[in-house]
């Protein structure tokens, strides 16, 4: 099976909501990364049954910016 791009971003978070994130996580039986890409998927299919489906092809990324 061919492995798919990964990307990797940086979120900046309210420390309390993130200690909330975690304790969803951790309730829902997944570490940090699978719950927010969990939360992510469930996004964007709502967003597709409201709003059509997305082209990914037809999206460019962002620059990378160095810090």
Not at 10 to 22: G, N, P, Q, T
Not at 40 to 64: C, F, M, W
């Amino acid at each position: 099976m061919a492995q798919k791009n990964k990307v990797t971003f940086s979120v900046r978070i309210d420390e309390d909501l993130y200690k909330k994130m975690l304790a969803v996580a951790k309730f829902d039986g997944r570490d940090e990364n699978n719950h927010l890409l969990h939360l992510i998927r469930t996004n964007v299919a709502y967003h597709e049954r409201i709003h059509g489906k997305i082209d990914p092809s037809k999206i460019e990324l962002p620059a990378q910016s160095e810090e």
